[in-house]
């Protein structure tokens, strides 16, 4: 499967983006997709993931409330809505699909994900 996400940019804080992520060949239908990020020097997290069925979402404490992670499974594409963005949030964010077919249970951990999309910088700064 081919991952490739855009959106990204240069913000200012409080300000909103969306990021896409569209996928060919594995389908977010019948594999979890996430976001994660890695700012400089620092470790990969993970920042959401919506279940395959669509029913379920999984966020980091420090963007609940900010992000929504949303899909459109006839594009076979996911979303990452951020609002109130901080100068914290700055990094580059990368899609990421579920190595498991239909998984139940949340994912959250980096290496459960088996394809990773190139990225996308987002800057928050003024």
């Known amino acids: 499967v081919q991952l490739q996400a855009s959106g990204g940019g240069l913000v200012q804080p409080g300000g909103s983006l969306k990021l896409s992520c569209a996928a060919s060949?594995?389908?977010?239908?019948?594999?979890?997709p996430g976001w994660f990020r890695q700012a400089p020097g620092k470790e990969r997290e993970f920042v959401a993931a919506?279940?395959?069925?669509?029913?379920?979402?999984y966020y980091a404490d420090f963007v609940k409330g900010r992000f929504t992670i949303s899909r459109d499974t006839l594009k076979n594409t996911v979303y990452l809505q951020m609002s109130s963005l901080k100068a914290e949030d700055t990094a580059v964010y990368y899609c990421?699909?579920?190595?498991?077919?239909?998984?139940?249970?949340?994912?959250?951990?980096?290496?459960?994900?088996?394809?990773w999309g190139q990225g996308t910088q987002v800057t928050v700064s003024s």
């Open positions: 919506i279940s395959w069925s669509g029913d379920k979402t």
């Open positions: 990421a699909a579920d190595r498991q077919f239909l998984r139940v249970g949340p994912v959250r951990d980096a290496t459960d994900f088996g394809s």
């Open positions: 060949g594995r389908t977010f239908g019948s594999y979890t």
